[in-house]
């Protein structure tokens, strides 16, 4: 360790620089939990679903919103996230459905 001391302290010159990479490492325990359980997929198509569904999934968790309570509004409002996607993003799509652009909410 002491042969490789400056190389293993370089990131104590750079201001703001990050203690660890947990962040990097729960991205990447993500995708390789999706990647062991893609492999019971039948078909391409449902591995496609299965992509998206975690792509979804992490972004909502990675903006702080519930992905299950995001995926239902998605579903809920599937028109109106048809007609216009960019309102209804993980980061914004509670200001959506508060201004009213949701339509009408479901029962329950």
């Not at 992905?67 to 200001?95: E, G, I, K, S």
Request: charged share 20%; net charge neutral.
């Amino acid at each position: 360790m002491l042969k490789h001391w400056k190389k293993l302290t370089l990131f104590l010159d750079e201001p703001g620089a990050p203690l660890d990479n947990n962040l990097c490492e729960r991205a990447l325990k993500k995708a390789i939990l999706h990647r062991k359980n893609s492999l019971f997929y039948k078909t391409e198509n449902g591995a496609a679903v299965g992509d998206l569904y975690m792509a979804l999934t992490h972004t909502a968790e990675l903006n702080g919103v519930d992905p299950f309570d995001y995926l239902v509004q998605l579903q809920c409002h599937a028109t109106q996230a048809t007609a216009t996607p960019a309102n209804w993003m993980p980061w914004n799509y509670r200001d959506t459905l508060a201004a009213g652009g949701g339509g009408t909410d479901p029962p329950g």
